[in-house]
């Protein structure tokens, strides 16, 4: 009996479960009207920018840091015709023209901006900072004479079994952390700042004390990190959609040959 009843109940549950889950239960203008304005917010975002907006999916209704929603806000720049005269100035002729236009802007956004939502750069720095060491590394060991440090005399052991060849002569010049001087994240930011890139770079400084950032403010919140980092990406955003030649080239050109390390 006990069986007969679970088994009824179980039946009685699921015809009232299939019931509610029928198109049917839902008017039909209700069913009309929400597919309607969904597909019109669809549509309009599709026609905006990826980078001038962020996703209303990524949105909270609420901040989860108190200390985030008291931070004075940080300008940034959204002019489009600004990062089309940066490009300009540090690519050449025709440089705003040489990187797509979501990855113009992807490459100069970090990820402190917006919290991440409109995407940042940290893939295309990671592969811009292996170029840039690529190239320090070649134009370190194919110049042996120009590029060499002092190394201390081996012992009279030592030389009896040591081997010499004119081309691994240039090797010696990796020593002593060279490559990691030149690509140093002081100098790059030095660089970054000759550039301006801090004018179009897109980042949020965690030390604000008011709303107009002071320079001090700036370097707390390590500035000096994000202005290497994005030219870095600037590198990395070259590679993906120019090639390695012309970012081996820009790395050769705008990066190693104003510190003094050249090919050549």
């Known amino acids: 009996m006990a069986t007969n009843v679970t088994r009824h109940s179980m039946r009685v549950l699921s015809s009232r479960a299939r019931s509610s889950l029928r198109p049917s239960s839902i008017p039909c203008s ?5 597919s309607s304005s969904s597909c019109a917010e669809d549509q309009e975002q599709v026609e905006k920018p990826r980078w001038s907006y962020t996703p209303p999916g990524a949105k909270s209704p609420f901040s989860l840091n108190a200390i985030e929603s008291k931070r004075p806000h940080y300008p940034v720049n959204e002019d489009k015709a600004v990062l089309d005269k940066f490009y300009i100035s540090l690519l050449g002729k025709d440089g705003d023209k040489m990187l797509s236009e979501n990855i113009k802007w992807l490459a100069v956004t970090h990820k402190s901006f917006d919290q991440g939502r409109r995407g ?33 005399p081996l012992s ?22 060279s490559r990691g001087w030149v690509t140093h994240r002081n100098n790059m930011a030095k660089l970054a700042q000759k550039y301006d890139v801090v004018r179009v770079m897109r980042w949020g400084p965690r030390n604000l004390t008011s709303g107009e950032p002071q320079p001090n403010d700036l370097v707390q919140s390590g500035v000096d ?9 600037i590198v990395g ?14 790395a050769q050109e705008r990066i190693l040959a104003p510190q003094g390390l050249t090919s050549a």
């Open 30 to 34: 209700q069913r009309k009207f929400s």
């Open 120 to 152: 940042f750069n940290d893939r295309l720095a990671l592969l811009g900072k292996r170029i840039v060491q690529l190239q320090a590394s070649l134009c370190l060991v194919q110049n042996p004479t120009k590029y060499k440090h002092p190394v201390p």
């Open 156 to 177: 009279p052991a030592e030389q009896k079994i040591a081997f010499n060849h004119p081309a691994l002569a240039g090797l010696e010049n990796l020593s002593h952390n």
């Open 225 to 233: 990190v994000v202005l290497a980092h994005t030219l870095y990406a």
């Open 237 to 250: 955003a070259l590679a993906l959609e120019r090639g390695g030649v012309a970012a081996n080239k820009f």
